[in-house]
């Protein structure tokens, strides 16, 4: 299993659709607003974490897609980049704080599920999956410290949809 | 090349996840108001067409994922789905009319990449595929029918991001 670069671009630009939420859905007065736990990291950190995941997660891909047995390591990824572009329209866009739980939750066991499928493909793609499993993990429990310490926002009424 | 149940279950739950932005992000009053053309399809037609797409979508792949070949159809799949996922929240969610236009051109390609990619590999889930791609035509179609019949709300100015 080489390295296919013209692969590699196309699981890229898959995830540059993703990144793109993150700069039309900006977090903006909204969240600047509500109570982050004291181990918030800045701002700048998180464009910067995730140019370096998205680049290891279409590195990951290119480097099984197509091999023997990898049906569900490409099924897996296809649901993680799915929920991974969802996220922020919801939580950002929304400001559906525990709707984002549940999607950044079925994110996380999505990229669990690539992870070891991708793991028994070829083991070192896989290990390119794991700094990927750990923000989420590290994503996933801000979204739930946001939720806890922020209540009255995130049991708001909806309007009526539509 | 078999049917896998379980396969086709994590291609369609990505699909799942494209298809949520559609009751997340409804068309409402904004796009009511908007001027469509004489052609335009009564709303209850997208669910329906779509839910028959998403599982065209999810089978076309089941049936290919892990194959000799298609290395190409996966990373084109998963491109798909996340422009797919992308295109509800900026056109309903944020209103923006030419955005939306730039990804739905950007989803006819990755769905015509997709389905030449997939054909190769099996001819027939290549062509699970045609219907998707004959309706991104019309949603297209469609969108840039509102842009030319809706210009001062697609030029309309945008508040400062952020």
Chains 1, 2 share one sequence.
Do not use: H
Request: with cysteine; aromatic share 16%; glycine share 8%.
């Amino acid at each position: 299993m080489g390295f296919d670069f013209g692969l590699f671009c196309v699981f890229l630009a898959a995830c540059a659709a993703a990144a793109a939420t993150g700069s039309m859905f900006m977090p903006g007065r909204w969240y600047d607003d509500l109570a982050k736990p004291t181990w918030n990291p800045p701002n700048w950190v998180f464009p910067v974490v995730w140019s370096i995941l998205y680049l290891l997660i279409a590195a990951s891909a290119s480097r099984v897609a197509g091999a023997p047995g990898s049906a569900y390591a490409m099924a897996f990824w296809g649901l993680q980049i799915a929920l991974n572009t969802l996220w922020t329209p919801v939580f950002f866009g929304l400001q559906r704080i525990k709707a984002g739980m549940l999607i950044i939750v079925l994110l996380w066991l999505a990229v669990a599920g690539c992870l070891v499928a991708t793991f028994r493909v070829e083991p070192f793609a896989g290990l390119l999956l794991v700094p990927y499993l750990i923000w989420v993990s590290i994503a996933a429990s801000l979204n739930w410290s946001v939720w806890r310490l922020n209540p009255e926002e995130a049991n708001k009424p909806r309007p009526a949809e539509g």
